[in-house]
């Protein structure tokens, strides 16, 4: 088996067809097609079925694939392990952020890293927390600046957390804001439960969370979830279309804060590798140039 036939192999598998994968590494169909019948030539069994315009993986193709990935990521470390001795911070980035850090937390530490290592190829992808996990452990992202819950996975390193306060708001014309003071409220999970709630996907721990209080209250939840953008939950809950959680640095004069004893809305947002993933000294050097921006509050 060589490396190149265990790439295509594996890029077939995520991409689900061979024609979309040979985009992917850059060569024809029927090369990758010939790399895939040289593989299961030299095995001795068929690797994936072809059913319809899709393909699946055979019982064989299932056995593959956990040793192919695993292959292909230790070949990908020793590389990195003999560019890392050089001390030299140049080659490519891949990062992968959620819209909000993104916006409102990358860009101060992004220039100044750039401006000291101009050599580094920094790719960005924005996507939700949930997908970044998901193109940590594939391989296709080298850092993941996005939501964590402390601890929770053992496959990733956690190089630097932070907290990020938030509140339940709503638009100061709601019924919910009502006799406000301050621009805060006194309310109540019951009465919220009265009001829709305009939240991100049900996969997202913002969603988890407030649908988890309202089951444990015996309150139904009856939510929007318009997009994962909090942007544009924002600008849906200051024109009155409903209530929602946001991190506090988005709360200006437009929403009201309701507060409430009980629900204090907060999450943790951090830089996150695969523990499997050996980090370049470029990796290194943006989450060093993290901490010096953001500090670390694991370190508390």
């Known amino acids: ?43 001795g069994c068929k690797l994936f079925e072809r059913v319809q315009r899709s393909v699946q993986l055979t019982e064989e193709g299932q056995e593959l694939l956990p040793r192919a990935t695993s292959i292909l ?11 890392n001795i050089s001390d030299n911070v140049t080659g490519t980035l891949t990062v992968v952020a959620s819209h909000h850090i993104g916006l409102h937390r990358l860009p101060i530490v992004i220039k100044p890293f750039l401006q000291q290592y101009p050599q580094v190829d920094l790719k960005l992808l924005f996507m939700e927390s949930e997908k970044a996990f998901e193109a940590l452990e594939h391989n296709h992202a080298d850092i993941g600046f996005i939501t964590v819950t402390p601890g929770a996975d053992s496959d990733y390193v956690e190089h630097l957390i932070w907290h990020d306060p938030m509140s339940i708001v709503c638009s100061s014309e709601h019924e919910l804001a009502k006799s406000q003071t301050n621009n805060f409220k006194q309310t109540s999970i019951e009465e919220l439960s009265k009001s829709n709630a305009i939240l991100p996907s049900k996969t997202t721990l913002t969603y988890q969370v407030i649908e988890t209080l309202f089951a444990d209250q015996k309150l139904k939840l009856s939510a929007t979830i318009p997009t994962n953008y909090l942007e544009t939950i924002k600008m849906m809950v200051s024109v009155g279309l409903g209530w929602s959680v946001l991190p506090n640095t988005m709360i200006d004069d437009e929403l009201t804060i309701l507060t409430s004893s009980e629900y204090s809305p907060s999450r943790k947002l951090g830089a996150v590798t695969h523990k499997r993933k050996t980090m370049s000294n470029a990796a290194k050097a943006l989450i060093e140039q993290a901490n010096k921006v953001w500090g670390d509050d694991s370190l508390e």
Do not use: C, H, Y
């Not at 190149?4 to 097609?33: C, H, M, R, W, Y």
């Not at 990521?73 to 560019?83: F, H, T």
């Open 1 to 43: 088996m060589d490396i190149d036939s265990l790439n295509a192999f594996v890029s077939i598998v995520e991409t689900g067809s061979f024609s979309k994968a040979a985009d992917v590494i850059s060569i024809t169909q029927p090369a990758i097609s010939k790399r895939i019948s040289s593989l299961e030539k030299q095995l």
């Open 73 to 83: 990521r230790e070949v990908e470390n020793a590389k990195q392990s003999i560019l």
